[in-house]
């Protein structure tokens, strides 16, 4: 059953037990209609946050991919556009099958497979934009002169095939074969390394960095990049771990009301919102008419070693191609 399924159950589970009478029975109604309603809203709400979000990430894969020059932080970036675009489509096929009243018991599985697989990827990329990104901060020198060229799609693609194999396993193991105490150990680990892990690696790093160029004495010239990797990451913080925290306490045993659902929601919104941020971001304080998504891109992205004359040649060649 879908995650919408599961919520149902739960707050079956959670409703008052039957007392004997008519007024009982009807309380007990009006209790079931409320929380279908609210799941209604819900699911409709994420599917419109999907939709948006799809279009937002389409264009943003579109434009690093084919349009502008990659440098090695927009790897990251194309690849957790990537990320995020699938997890929203997954999202939005089962909404509208949930919305649609279909019977999609047997693929839930293959769903939530997808669904975490996608998710914990999103986490693992930023967690290596936000170490890389410090380091780079922290020892310029150092990073300019030794670090390797392919190295950003290097980890990309081990970051993707970890989360591949991860979650492959809890396909099989839970959905497959199901051995009760091989999945629940699986997912314990999966959620472990998420958020006991990552999430802490990736907090460290991003306030090192914060603090590194906010309280240093010496002025340092980050670019829009900056800008846009801590506000990336304050919004996975805020809307996306919330999701995997839900989940996690789900698999140790401890359940709560539109737990799961209300997750899912704000992880939509977070997938939804990094599109924005890059444009909002790349079109700040810039007073020309014509600003096109390609220029706003390019500059959301540009790092300190960007003097100000080449970025207005180079801005001026964008526009007028």
Not at 63 to 87: K, M, S
Not at 151 to 162: E, I, K, P, Y
Request: net charge positive; with cysteine; proline share 3%.
């Amino acid at each position: 059953m879908p995650q919408s399924s599961v919520l149902r159950v739960q707050t079956q589970q959670s409703l008052p037990k039957p007392s004997f009478g008519y007024k009982a029975l009807e309380q007990i109604q009006k209790h079931h209609q409320a929380s279908y309603a609210v799941l209604k809203f819900m699911e409709s709400f994420c599917l419109i946050s999907a939709v948006c979000g799809m279009v937002g990430n389409g264009i943003v894969l579109w434009y690093l991919g084919f349009r502008i020059r990659r440098n090695h932080f927009t790897v990251y970036i194309l690849n957790l556009a990537a990320a995020d675009f699938g997890y929203l489509l997954c999202i939005a096929v089962e909404t509208v099958q949930y919305l649609m009243q279909f019977n999609v018991g047997v693929q839930f599985g293959l769903f939530l497979f997808l669904d975490l697989f996608m998710y914990g990827t999103g986490l693992y990329l930023l967690t290596a934009i936000s170490i890389e990104r410090c380091l780079s901060v922290l020892c310029p020198i150092w990073c300019r002169s030794h670090r390797p060229k392919h190295l950003s799609g290097a980890v990309s693609g081990l970051l993707w095939g970890l989360s591949l194999l991860l979650n492959a396993l809890g396909y099989v193991l839970c959905t497959v074969h199901r051995p009760a105490a091989s999945c629940r150990l699986l997912l314990i680990t999966i959620g472990a390394l998420d958020f006991l892990f990552c999430t802490p690696l990736m907090l460290f790093f991003s306030l090192t960095l914060f603090l590194r160029v906010k309280c240093s004495s010496q002025k340092l010239q980050t670019g829009r990049l900056f800008t846009v990797i801590m506000l990336t990451i304050l919004f996975f913080l805020i809307f996306a771990v919330p999701l995997g925290v839900l989940i996690f306490f789900d698999f140790l045993g401890y359940k709560f009301l539109y737990s799961p659902e209300i997750g899912f929601v704000l992880s939509c919104v977070n997938s939804s919102l990094n599109p924005v941020i890059y444009f909002l971001v790349g079109s700040y304080r810039d007073r020309r008419i014509k600003f096109t998504l390609r220029l706003a891109f390019q500059r959301a992205f540009e790092d300190s070693a960007d003097d100000k004359e080449e970025r207005e040649t180079r801005d001026t060649i964008t526009m007028s191609s």
